[in-house]
């Protein structure tokens, strides 16, 4: 049985079960929080026990970093849609000690593709539409990068001052928060 097999087998008993009706909840988060973190598997559930939160009390954007890419991308769509539909009025920007995307190197990703049978040619194709270095390119300190993504949000046209902008870094073994201070 693969993997998926074996996850719609649980979802399966899980709907038929009800084990569901534990996590009904509204759409809008009861705490007005927005959390861009970042995708790492340890945070999955340390993340929301850490902060005190559960099923329905924030909205939770996830990706590689933390990071915001780009002005007009699906994070800051996000982030507006959490601001102007759902009513959130302060966004954490948690990053994490031991990250990933912490000296990522596009050179060497791309030498992965390579090997995974990606043609040159696309990636050349990729390379003319975009930075594709600094696309795939991570940073040399999250704290560092905590602060920029914080800047960035904060000086976004569509993002209003009466929005508060927190970074915070988590400790991804022990669940410790530090604020990201400059």
């Known amino acids: 049985m693969s993997v998926i097999d074996d ?4 979802n399966k008993n899980f709907v038929e079960s009800g084990d569901y009706e534990s996590y009904r909840t509204s759409k809008y988060p009861n705490k007005k929080i927005a ?5 790492d598997t340890r945070l ?3 993340l929301p026990a850490a902060l005190g939160v559960k099923n329905g009390d924030v909205k939770i954007i996830k990706n590689a970093g933390a990071l915001v890419s780009h002005p007009y991308g699906s994070v800051m769509r996000s982030l507006l849609v959490c601001i102007y539909e759902l009513g959130i009025d302060n966004i954490l920007v948690i990053g994490h000690y031991d990250c990933g995307m912490q000296n990522l190197c596009s050179d060497k990703m791309t030498e992965k593709m390579i090997e995974a049978g990606i043609s040159k ?3 050349e194709k990729v390379k003319s ?9 991570g940073f040399d300190s999250v704290e560092q990068s905590v602060l920029d993504t914080v800047a960035f949000i904060r000086s976004h ?3 209003p001052n009466s929005i508060n902008v927190t970074g915070l870094i988590m400790d991804p073994d022990t ?8």
Do not use: T
Request: overall charge negative; hydrophobic content about 55%; glycine content about 6%.
């Open 44 to 46: 999955s559930l340390l």
């Open 175 to 182: 669940g410790r928060l530090d604020k990201a201070e400059a």
């Open 157 to 159: 046209p569509l993002i």
């Open 7 to 10: 996850i719609l087998l649980f």
């Open 121 to 123: 040619e696309a990636i």
């Open 129 to 137: 539409e975009i930075d594709y270095g600094k696309w795939l390119s």
């Open 35 to 39: 959390i861009l973190s970042c995708m």
